[in-house]
């Protein structure tokens, strides 16, 4: 079984899954479902995962044929105490729905922004823990390199107090009169009130330190979302 098209037909037999079923479920247009069934393309991004889901495989698998097809094998005191409506995937990662990947004009006065769910072109899964107006962002330029690099999408938890943040967390913060937010370490001096942003990447041209006085608070980095293909 080396095409993604038999593996999607082995799994729409076996669970009786129609392509109506997978155009509820996913959102994707007939013609991009028949032209996933046909294997004259392949279903990526957001919209390969929302398939597995759909498929109730490992999105690995459905892609590759490697690894195992299911995608909740943890034990079952792990199981029982998962909240309901919460998705299983098979390294013990909890998600719940999804998050939007927004501009970074956008995340200026996000979740009080004009931009409404049909106007998002690219969804995430959100890890179970962060809140619902969390976000994700794609990594711009080279301030954070090595460890994140352009194109990366980072999440963002913007529920959090100013007093709350520590040193050495990675936030997304807006310097007024700028055109978009930026995205720094915090450096915390002799005080918690003395609050000062920097690049990770040592390289990098511009290594100007600045103040969490000149800034709004936008919200703090979580996690990053990796891939390697």
Same mark, same amino acid.
């Given at each position: 079984?080396?095409?993604?098209?038999?593996?999607?037909?082995?799994?729409?037999?076996?669970?009786?899954?129609?392509?109506?079923?997978?155009?509820?479920?996913?959102?994707?247009?007939?013609?991009?479902?028949?032209?996933?069934?046909?294997?004259?393309?392949?279903?990526?991004?957001?919209?390969?995962?929302?398939?597995?889901?759909?498929?109730?495989?490992?999105?690995?698998?459905?892609?590759?044929?490697?690894?195992?097809?299911?995608?909740?094998?943890?034990?079952?005191?792990?199981?029982?105490?998962? &909240?309901?409506?919460?998705?299983?995937?098979?390294?013990?990662?909890?998600?719940?729905?999804?998050?939007?990947?927004?501009?970074?004009?956008?995340?200026?006065?996000?979740?009080?922004?004009?931009?409404?769910?049909?106007?998002?072109?690219?969804?995430?899964?959100?890890?179970?823990?962060?809140?619902?107006?969390?976000?994700?962002?794609?990594?711009?330029?080279?301030?954070?390199?090595?460890?994140?690099?352009?194109?990366?999408?980072?999440?963002?938890? &913007?529920?959090?107090?100013?007093?709350?943040?520590?040193?050495?967390?990675?936030?997304?913060?807006?310097?007024?009169?700028?055109?978009? &937010?930026?995205?720094?370490?915090?450096?915390?001096?002799?005080?918690?009130?003395?609050?000062?942003?920097?690049?990770?990447?040592?390289?990098?041209?511009?290594?100007?330190?600045?103040?969490?006085?000149?800034?709004?608070?936008?919200?703090?980095?979580?996690?990053?979302?990796?891939?390697?293909?």
């Amino acid at each position: 079984m080396n095409q993604v098209s038999e593996r999607i037909a082995k799994r729409m037999a076996e669970l009786k899954v129609t392509q109506a079923d997978i155009k509820r479920k996913t959102g994707a247009g007939k013609a991009t479902i028949s032209s996933w069934v046909k294997g004259d393309t392949k279903p990526s991004g957001i919209y390969a995962t929302k398939l597995a889901s759909c498929l109730k495989c490992n999105t690995d698998w459905l892609l590759t044929g490697l690894g195992r097809m299911d995608i909740d094998h943890r034990s079952e005191e792990v199981r029982s105490n998962t &909240p309901e409506g919460t998705e299983l995937f098979a390294n013990g990662f909890t998600t719940k729905g999804y998050l939007p990947v927004i501009d970074w004009k956008t995340a200026i006065n996000w979740p009080d922004s004009d931009v409404f769910a049909k106007d998002i072109e690219e969804w995430a899964i959100r890890p179970s823990h962060l809140s619902d107006t969390s976000f994700v962002l794609r990594v711009l330029g080279s301030a954070n390199l090595p460890e994140f690099k352009p194109d990366d999408l980072i999440y963002v938890e &913007p529920e959090i107090e100013l007093h709350n943040l520590k040193d050495g967390n990675l936030i997304i913060a807006y310097r007024y009169d700028d055109e978009l &937010p930026i995205f720094r370490k915090l450096v915390i001096g002799d005080s918690s009130t003395e609050m000062y942003l920097k690049p990770i990447n040592e390289d990098w041209v511009d290594q100007t330190i600045i103040s969490m006085n000149d800034c709004k608070l936008i919200g703090i980095v979580d996690s990053k979302l990796v891939r390697y293909r």
